[in-house]
């Protein structure tokens, strides 16, 4: 069964730091190109970012682009979205998710974590 | 940017279809996926490349996508159908392709 697990997120101060982390379990993470995807409070899907499988692609959403770096370790089947001078709107769920197919690049996603809740207050 | 304009919210009564709406500047030159979210979950992938359902997915779910619209279909509609439906597409052109829809609330009455 494929598994996606999201952790990191906290409370955290404007301007402030984070790092979220995305555990995947039940298939060849290696192969697959995985992107991030958030939802703030009452409101719908947005894309953030992706990673391509080899890691050797990375694209951003204009929000976030130069404060977000998102990165891989596929020996630990894992994802990592760090996130620098963090905003008030960027409280947000934070979903990561897989392609469908092995090897693409910008397709659709057949799977998804629950989130990991980000909220930037003062 | 991209953007895609869906109505914010489609009633029907069960048993009856229900068509969702996904606006796009020649959208049918791109491939569309389709979104179900149901409260508090996350979100599942109904409908990918246009009219493809992943395994799992009633046949009750369709799409299409021509000129500047694409549709999702849900025919003989259920109350576990309520929901909000998000299209999606990646706009290959630009540096930050992903585009998701404004989202559809689909309430059966």
């Known amino acids: 069964e494929v598994q996606l697990v999201e952790s990191g997120g906290v409370v955290i101060q404007p301007g402030g730091s984070l790092r979220l982390s995305c555990v995947a379990s039940?298939?060849?993470?290696?192969?697959?190109?995985i992107h991030w995807v958030r939802q703030a409070p009452g409101k719908g899907l947005e894309w953030v970012s992706l990673?391509?499988?080899?890691?050797?692609?990375?694209y951003y959403a204009d929000s976030v682009r130069g404060r977000f770096t998102v990165s891989r370790d596929n020996s630990k089947k894992s994802l990592y979205l760090q996130m620098n001078s963090l905003r008030i709107e960027d409280t947000a769920l934070y979903y990561c998710?897989?392609?469908?197919?092995?090897?693409?690049?910008?397709?659709?996603?057949?799977?998804w974590g629950q989130g990991t809740l980000v909220t930037v207050s003062s | 940017s991209y953007v895609l304009t869906q109505p914010p919210s489609v009633s029907v009564a069960p048993g009856q279809t229900a068509r969702i709406t996904c606006g796009g500047n020649?959208?049918?030159?791109?491939?569309v996926h389709w979104y179900q979210q149901k409260p508090g979950q996350a979100p599942v992938l109904v409908v990918y490349?246009?009219?493809d359902r992943p395994s799992g997915i009633p046949e009750r779910f369709s799409g299409s996508n021509s000129g500047n619209t694409a549709t999702l279909t849900i025919s003989r509609v259920e109350a576990g159908d309520e929901a909000d439906y998000y299209c999606?597409?990646?706009?290959?052109?630009?540096?930050?392709?992903?585009?998701f829809g404004t989202g559809t609330k689909v309430t059966v009455l």
């Open positions: 998710a897989k392609e469908i197919h092995p090897y693409g690049d910008q397709d659709s996603l057949d799977s």
């Open positions: 039940g298939f060849t993470f290696a192969d697959y190109t």
């Open positions: 990673i391509s499988w080899d890691g050797g692609s990375k």
């Open positions: 020649n959208i049918g030159s791109k491939s």
């Open positions: 490349d246009d009219s």
């Open positions: 999606q597409v990646w706009d290959s052109n630009s540096d930050h392709p992903g585009v």
